[in-house]
């Protein structure tokens, strides 16, 4: 079974840091775009960052210089570094995926289950 399974959320205080990851398992030949989503309460999922294979990187400008994105190929991970959290960046936060599996089947639009960041004091 292909799955994305994230890890790093919890509770942080506001100007606080948290690391999120995101390893894909299963069958997996290869990643292309790597990327993680947000979702607040009453909001619409929305992109935070991608990373494709070739290291060029998209951050929403409500994120820039605050978040990281990167990856680790070899273990077919996505990390998400966030500094200066603030209050507004509670959500949960979902990992996505393109890959290709080792039966050759493409999977442009695989989703994790999703992480909860509260950013409170």
């Known amino acids: 079974q292909v799955q994305l399974v994230e890890s790093g959320g919890g509770l942080v205080q506001p100007g606080g840091s948290l690391r999120l990851s995101c390893a894909a398992s299963g069958s997996i030949g290869s990643t292309y775009a790597m990327g993680w989503y947000r979702q607040a309460p009453g909001k619409q999922r929305e992109l935070v960052a991608t990373l494709n294979s070739g290291g060029a990187t998209n951050y929403a400008d409500s994120v820039k210089g605050r978040f990281t994105i990167s990856r680790d190929n070899a273990k077919n991970t996505v990390y998400l570094q966030m500094n200066s959290l603030k209050p507004e960046d509670t959500a949960v936060y979902y990992c996505?995926?393109?890959?290709?599996?080792?039966?050759?089947?493409?999977?442009?639009?695989?989703w994790g289950q999703g992480t909860q960041v509260t950013v409170s004091s």
């Open positions: 996505n995926a393109d890959v290709r599996l080792t039966s050759g089947l493409r999977i442009r639009d695989l």
